[in-house]
Each structure stands twice: as C-alpha cells, then as structure tokens.
C-alpha cells in the first residue's frame, strides 16, 4: 500500500510540495518537540484557534494545501529560490525582486516578531524552513526543481524531485511522520546541532547536496533500493538540521 501511495505522489508532485505531506508533518513535529513547554503551549493554541488541524505538525502542510485557493497564488514562488547552473554558492542576491524561500523566511520571521499570535505567518515560516531544507527546492528554474528530470523510481516513471520530496521517504517509513519526527527530534538533540546561520547559509547546504545529485544523475536512471539507502541519511540530517534551526526561532519569538 505505501508503495503504491508513494509512486502516485511522486507522479504528482510539483515543485511547490517539499518533503511531501509526510516529510513536513515530520519535521514540525521534530521541531515541535525541540522547543520548550512553553513555546509547545502557544503552538497548541494557535493551532486551535486555525481549526483546521489537529496539531502544528499537521498545519504544516498549510502552506501547500492553500493552493489550490488562487487568491493564495502570489505565495507560490516562495516555497523556492532558483539559481544559475554554474552558481557555486548561494546568496541572497539569488532571490529576485519578487521574492523566494530566502526572502520568505525573513518576512514571516518578521511577522511572526510583530505579532506572535499570528498564525498564517507561522505556519509559512514553519513550512519555508522546511521547504530550504529540501535540496532540490534551491535548483534550477530550466528543470523545473528536478520535474523535468525524469528517471524510474522501483520500475515506475518519476521525476527526481518526486523521489526526493516523496519516494524515499514513503519507502523509509510509509506514513508514519508522528513516530518519524520523534525520532528525529530525539537524534538531533543527541547531536547538538549548532542552529546558528542566516536562511541564506542553509540553503546553500541544500545547493551544494543538488549540485551533487545532478552530478550523479544519468539519463533515464533506474533507481530503486540502493538509492533510498544511500540517500536516506542525507534526509534525515536535513530535517534534524532544520528542525533544529526552526525550533530556536520559535523558542526565540515565543518564550519571552
């Protein structure tokens, strides 16, 4: 079932879905059980007083779910920033006028400092943090974030930013983002992760991790088991590393 689950998202993912709905529920909740009691008290509430989700973790996946709503279309660019193939490392001069995940985070973190019971800007900035963390969203606009790159996922058609948003994660833990994210929060705070660093910085840690899928990728590649399992603890370093960092900005906003 989860196989079958996963090769229908990966067949409809599009650019502006990082990490799927089970990667975004899972690092919320990682983040959500990095940051204080307090902090923990008011993001129950604010949920609450959305409605529309049972916890925080569940409203991460907001950001996505609202686009099918075209009033919320000038969002959709910032789940992403793009940049020129021969770029080595990213800055915020990447970012164009109109905006893009860099520029995104900034603004609601700004938002969120101005009025903290602000649920719409804590719901991007949660999702945003997440999306930077997800290599292929700092990509290239000529292929789409990987959509058009097209490869076999377990004998099945695919792209591979598919693979990266949906397909390992769905062959590594199903739909599992609860227990997931637990894990996670539980091996990042093992780690002491150092959370410091602009969204620029972060980013250009998913630039560098893209740069090196693109240089593995052959045309029309078969990937299947061996790629989950070498690419599984990248993923997962990523979503501790972010849920880390989301965490300290919530803790920062929240338990003054």
Known sequence: MYRLL?????????????WGFTGHKAFCEAAYDLTSPKTQQT?????????EYHSFAEACTWADDIKKDHQWDWSKHLHYVNIAHDDQQLTTSDCPQKGCVLSAIDE?????????QDWQALFFLAHFVGDLHQPMHVSYADDWGGNKTQVSFFGEPANLHGVWDYGIIEHLVGEDWHGWGDTLAATAKAKQFDASGTPAQWGDESLQLTRKIYSEYQ?????????????????????ERGAVRLAQMLDAIYQH
């Open 6 to 18: 996963g090769l229908c998202l990966l067949l409809c993912a599009s650019q502006v879905h990082a």
């Open 43 to 51: 993001l129950d509430a604010l949920a609450a007083k959305q409605g």
């Open 108 to 116: 609601m973190q700004a938002k969120l400092k101005k009025d903290p």
């Open 219 to 239: 045309p029309n590649q078969q990937l299947g088991q061996p790629y989950v399992d070498a690419n599984a603890p990248i993923i997962e370093q990523r979503i």
